[in-house]
């Protein structure tokens, strides 16, 4: 028995089952849908709507815009859910609004997560509430990780509050080559997912190489059994992508398939690649396969050998999303090192911090502090306020929502931290976080604590956490 | 694997410990140290006359002067203090210490000293990859439960304790985990030295499972846990009234003979058992456990819903070893987490520990300081409770070894206790920081480890005049 498991995730993978909940039932899935497309295009729209903010403008604080640049003794303003001015002291804000010192504090955009399962391995995390993994098939290009979300995870309140998350792309397990599509999420409570969801981000593909896939399929006595057959039953569906895409784009008649649609939006560049891939050399496989089929990988995931291909990496315009300090607890996790950050970073590629973990995305902040810290020791001198890019403006723009968020540019979502000391350091928590300009955390007002359905009346809600 | 070759300045050893390392492929360096407090483990022969010889050549005596330092007792660090280290123990640490005259100084002016940090909990030297069985020795399903001793088979080799050891751990718990029912078997206290005897106290405590994880093992209910729990003891009691009678193989025996043995220290006391329960009512029903085996030396593990019974712990006087940061009502034996434990514990007069009680318990020890800093960040959230820095210190240096009843011995940097000394580049409580160098038992330690080179080999990733692979 593993009485302390990692996270519910990681340990249900490593037991070589799809979770405790292992979604062993027989697949009876709805068929996909047949005949041709007369459904809409976006079927589970964003009902999200930001909530009242007033015109708010934080003072003398040191300002991280989240694209490397820094402001002393800055003056950030917020209204209509919008930053609307950011600059040094001298900035001019309306009178009549409400002003926050930011005296000996620290102002950065709210800390976005490339890579979370809250929600789909939700608190608690019991069998009946497993729904991240669809291990059923390697190839399940067809789910959609938003289908599974359960907003009533008090994960997400965590992520909030100790964490400054602002915004966050829950994807599907990594059972399976190809788990299915991600979703993007404001941070903010809701009855429905679809009213977390994040208006108009595009959506990701979740892929997995390595370890996982063939040891829950060839567990099963099934393909893929080896890292070969990763790669052999990656590329026979992305041939059948290829087709299904070009008749789709002819306008030719075919049955419509839910996966094929997924794969044939990302060949046509609409939905994003997430790839969980741990080896320099299966990451070059992928470089390749890409190539191949003509589509384009956003992100590798977890990538705790990025630093041994990071130039690669850079070349092929392909992010890394790492923890601070993960390694070891599988084979392919063996050669994870501190400094896997900074020399991604140091190499001219996007580096991201990301959690993977309901206990690591409340302290990025201090993850990213880990790598940091030991880079300098290797002389990579990376600012505070350039390291903040990792949380920040790297992770948007491998989500595609750069435009909206990722830094405290002008125009922008008003997603804001309002840190008490630096958020380097281990002593900082979030003070105040704004979404989309709503303050919807303050340390010092226990009611704007969110308390979800799950912890209602039950021992400890509203205790501080 | 490669280790660096020795540079320590004991050229007579180092002989000898060539010997070893070509007849034994071990590093010299691994068996360059003799440990008083070692009750111990099996060395090899020639080993252990090699350590009689050379007790005192490597325990270094050493002063640091200038340093910001930190107890760990609890006290808050003070500014400009000195250590002495001699004959492998503290002599003396604060202000105003004498510096005696022909010992190597070494000026720690803008650093931070503490003691070395001891895990309150983990399984290192147990696993080498957690996922990979062949190197996961932490349980088994096996005929036996709390006869199993992972004394000997801690891997001082073992990557994830040189790992450690560079991020200032000097010691661990080290707690066998459950297989065959509630009992797992006999933990151990060891040091993370890099020498081939890691152990500072063998058999220091039972563990059992007593939460939701103890009901599995159990058959499914608590009633079930509980009354195996009671039915193990008593056998234990049958079998250290008449040990030969003791039969152990009938059909109605829970427990077999060693087993049976092993429980034997348990209930009269004599060793401590470590219980992991979680929520309030689990914690209330171990306490209650010392109505029918009164002499029980509990200690607590996880406890993550310790506050709401934060006076009877500390009534009952029983030491906590929890995770600390954990928040989330994961499981239902811990709806009612928050960070706020640790405070509230100590507050209440609980002497509380940290260690490795969420995951990671092989391999991340190093976490130690982030939960121990996380607790001071906890002074600035209004409604929390957190603690001071130096209490912070305490729950991963002289807590964790009071709890080990080890507290005469190591834990802090008072005068007689272990030299277990870290030199930090800054305040060894923020994630920015890192140990400059590191003393177990007197003995400075190589802060190199298969991590360190792999950086070292990828500092620039593209290859050069020759593959990667002729780069060490």
Redesign the interface.
């Given at each position: 028995?593993?009485?302390?498991?990692?996270?519910l995730l990681?340990?249900a993978l490593?037991a070589g089952v799809a979770g405790p909940a292992a979604a062993r039932k027989d697949k009876e899935d709805a068929p996909p849908a047949q005949g041709a497309s007369a459904e809409p295009d976006n079927p589970y729209p964003s009902t999200y709507k930001p909530y009242p903010g007033r015109p708010t403008a934080i003072r003398g604080a040191t300002i991280f815009d989240g694209e490397g640049g820094r402001i002393d003794n800055g003056v950030v303003f917020l209204s209509d859910g919008k930053v609307t001015a950011i600059g040094g002291p001298d900035t001019p804000i309306p009178a009549d609004i409400a002003v926050f010192d930011g005296t000996g504090k620290y102002v950065t955009p709210g800390v976005i997560d490339i890579h979370s399962h809250l929600g789909d391995y939700p608190?608690?995390?019991?069998e009946a509430n497993s729904d991240g993994n669809e291990a059923t098939a390697p190839v399940t290009a067809h789910v959609w990780a938003e289908h599974s979300i359960w907003p009533q995870d008090?994960?997400f309140s965590?992520a909030l509050a100790?964490g400054g998350v602002t915004s966050l792309q829950i994807l599907p397990g990594s059972a399976n080559l190809f788990g299915g599509r991600s979703v993007t999420l404001k941070n903010v409570p809701a009855r429905t997912m679809q009213g977390m969801k994040f208006p108009g981000a595009p959506q990701g593909l979740k892929m997995a190489c390595g370890e996982n896939p063939k040891r829950v399929y060839g567990s099963k006595g099934r393909e893929p059994a080896t890292r070969m057959g990763n790669m052999a039953v990656n590329r026979q569906t992305w041939i059948k992508a290829r087709e299904y895409q070009k008749k789709r784009a002819a306008g030719k008649d075919q049955t419509r398939d839910l996966g094929m649609e997924t794969l044939a939006d990302v060949l046509e560049g609409k939905i994003m690649v997430h790839n969980h891939c741990y080896r320099a050399d299966e990451m070059a496989n992928v470089i390749d396969m890409s190539k191949e089929f003509g589509y384009k990988v956003a992100a590798f995931h977890h990538a705790v050998e990025a630093?041994?291909?990071?130039?690669l990496l850079r070349d092929n315009g392909i992010c890394a999303a790492l923890w601070?300090?993960?390694?070891?607890?599988?084979?392919e996790a063996?050669?994870?090192?501190?400094?896997n950050l900074p020399?991604v970073h140091r190499?001219g590629a996007c580096a991201i911090v990301h959690s993977d973990d309901?206990?690591g995305i409340?302290?990025l902040n201090?993850?990213a502090?880990?790598a940091?810290?030991?880079g300098?020791?290797?002389g990579i001198d990376i600012s505070d306020e350039v390291a903040w890019t990792w949380l920040a403006i790297n992770p948007a723009r491998a989500m595609g929502i750069a435009e909206q968020t990722g830094s405290l540019k002008v125009g922008k979502m008003a997603d804001v931290v309002l840190w008490?000391?630096n958020p380097?350091?281990?002593?900082?928590?979030p003070e105040k976080v704004w979404i989309d300009g709503a303050l919807l955390y303050d340390?010092?007002n226990?009611k704007l604590r969110p308390v979800v359905d799950?912890?209602l009346g039950?021992?400890?809600a509203g205790?501080?956490? | 694997m490669r280790y660096p070759t020795n540079k320590t300045p004991f050229a007579l050893f180092q002989r000898a410990a060539c010997l070893v390392r070509m007849s034994k492929g071990f590093p010299s360096y691994l068996l360059k140290r003799q440990k008083g407090a070692s009750t111990g483990s099996a060395r090899t022969v020639l080993g252990a006359i090699l350590l009689a010889t050379t007790t005192t050549a490597f325990a270094q005596s050493i002063v640091i002067t200038g340093a910001t330092l930190a107890i760990g007792d609890g006290s808050e660090p003070i500014k400009n203090g000195t250590v002495v280290i001699s004959a492998g123990k503290v002599v003396a640490a604060g202000a105003g210490v004498a510096v005696p005259a022909g010992v190597k100084t070494i000026d720690a002016g803008g650093k931070w000293v503490t003691p070395g940090i001891m895990s309150g909990f983990s399984r290192v030297g147990l696993a080498e990859v957690p996922a990979v069985k062949e190197t996961n020795d932490t349980s088994a399903r096996s005929p036996f439960s709390a006869a199993i001793d992972v004394a000997p088979v801690i891997n001082p080799l073992a990557n994830p304790i040189a790992i450690s050891r560079t991020a200032g751990i000097t010691r661990a718990v080290v707690a066998p985990a459950t297989g065959t029912n509630i009992f797992a078997g006999q933990g151990a206290v060891v040091d993370l030295g890099a020498d081939m005897s890691p152990i500072t106290k063998a058999r220091a405590f039972q563990y059992v499972e007593m939460g939701e994880a103890g009901v599995q093992e159990a058959g499914g209910s608590r009633a079930a846990m509980i009354l195996t729990f009671k039915m193990m003891l008593r056998e234990a009691q049958d079998y250290a009234k008449a040990p030969a009678s003791y039969d152990g193989r009938s059909r109605d025996a829970l427990l077999n003979r060693v087993d049976a043995e092993a429980l034997v220290p348990v209930v009269s006391g004599a060793m401590p058992l470590m219980v992991h329960a979680e929520s309030a009512r689990d914690i209330l029903a171990v306490l209650a456990l010392r109505q029918d085996f009164p002499a029980l030396k509990l200690i607590l593990a996880g406890a993550t819903e310790g506050w709401m019974v934060a006076a009877q712990i500390a009534a009952a006087k029983v030491p906590v070893i929890t995770a600390g940061l954990e928040d989330l009502p994961s499981s239902f034996e811990k709806l009612a987490a928050t960070q706020s434990n640790v405070g509230r514990l100590v507050k209440a007069g609980v002497s509380v520990s940290m260690g490795m009680l969420t995951g990671d318990d092989a391999l991340q020890l190093r976490a130690a300081t982030q939960q121990a800093g996380n607790m001071v960040a906890l002074l600035k959230v209004p409604g929390a409770t957190g603690l001071s820095w130096g209490q912070a210190l305490r729950t991963i240096t002289s807590a964790p070894a009071e709890a080990m009843g080890l507290g005469d011995r190591i834990g802090s940097l008072k005068a007689g206790k272990a030299g277990d000394v870290v030199i930090w580049d800054g305040d060894p409580l923020e994630m920015t920081s890192a140990p400059v160098a590191v003393w177990i038992d007197g003995v400075q330690q190589p802060l190199e480890n298969r991590q360190t080179k792999l950086r070292d080999r990828y500092a620039t990733p593209t290859e050069g005049a020759l593959p990667k692979a002729y780069e060490w």
């Open positions: 028995m593993k009485a302390y498991g990692r996270t990681i340990a490593l608190s608690p995390g019991v008090a994960g965590r100790n630093y041994k291909i990071a130039d601070g300090d993960w390694y070891g607890f599988k084979m063996y050669d994870g090192i501190k400094e020399l190499a309901q206990d409340q302290r201090q993850e502090a880990k940091l810290g030991a300098r020791r290797m008490n000391g380097f350091s281990t002593y900082t928590r340390s010092a226990p799950f912890e039950q021992i400890g205790d501080v956490k | -």
